[in-house]
């Protein structure tokens, strides 16, 4: 089989896949009364597109499952943590905004601007690792990007699991009721945990680009960082922090995004 016919059955059962996640995070969703459970499934879908590319991918053996590892990593850890964050709450403000300027919380609504919107975007997003399961094993300059790549994916996966546990523990402190997290990595970033996911996937798509043409998957990256920084990430995150009490103090003191040393 060609490079090509590979790669169209990696994408059509890496779409096929997130169909299904896509799905059954939507049917949880319904029973349950909320849409937030669309976060679970996002690390989920990953995983499985991850999976495929490594199975049905004919290209490079060691960097397909070295990829596998690595979002299997990222994602079975993001997931468990946003099943744990969002277990017997209610739903997210993020959410109940985005439906609100959609026009309200129909099903139709609901199926194409929360369900079918991430799973196009975890297709659009996973194509360096569909791309990069049909090509051959990476040189020289290839081979040393494949090494950043790994190294800021590391970076990156401690730098949003720590800052996901700081703000658990925070959280989970009767005494900070009321109070802005700033503490820990919270000091350096308003945002650590979308930080340290760019990080992952820009690290990703270092590996993909580590073998020509995987440099030009570089859209991924970009529109995940999108996602995190304005889709539905930190801007919106934001917008619903922005009346409590010591925010504002909090946005001039720390860094929005890149972290930087805190100013007094």
């Known amino acids: 089989m060609s490079a090509a016919a590979t790669f169209l059955a ?49 290209g490079d053996a060691g960097r397909r499952w070295l990829l596998f590892a690595l979002v299997a990593v990222w994602g079975v850890r993001l997931s468990a943590h946003m099943h744990r964050k969002s277990a017997g709450k209610g739903e997210d403000p993020r959410y109940e905004d985005l439906l609100e300027r959609a026009g309200g919380a129909s099903t139709a609504t609901i199926v194409l601007r929360v369900f079918a919107t991430q799973g196009a975007a975890q ?63 919270w000091a350096w970033t308003r945002h650590p945990n979308y930080f340290g996911d760019a990080c992952v996937w820009w690290g990703v798509w270092l590996i993909c680009a580590s073998v020509w043409p995987g440099v030009l998957t570089a859209a991924s990256p970009v529109l995940m960082t999108y996602f995190l920084v304005w889709a539905t990430g930190a801007r919106l995150l934001e917008k619903s922090m922005a009346t409590r009490p010591g925010y504002r103090d909090y946005q001039r003191r720390v860094a929005f995004f890149v972290p930087r040393p805190p100013r007094r």
């Open 123 to 185: 297709w659009f997003v996973s194509l360096p690792l569909q791309v990069s399961a049909v090509l051959g094993p990476a040189r020289g300059v290839g081979a040393v990007a494949v090494w950043v790549g790994v190294v800021l994916w590391a970076a990156g996966v401690t730098f949003e699991a720590v800052g996901d546990r700081q703000m658990l523990r925070f959280t989970r402190d009767s005494a900070n009721r009321g109070r802005i997290m700033d503490r820990g990595l």
């Open 10 to 58: 990696v994408s059509a059962a890496s779409l096929a896949a997130l169909a299904v996640v896509q799905a059954g995070a939507f049917a949880v969703g319904r029973r349950i009364g909320r849409v937030n459970v669309v976060d679970v499934a996002w690390g989920i879908g990953f995983v499985l597109v991850a999976l495929v590319a490594a199975v049905l991918g004919d």
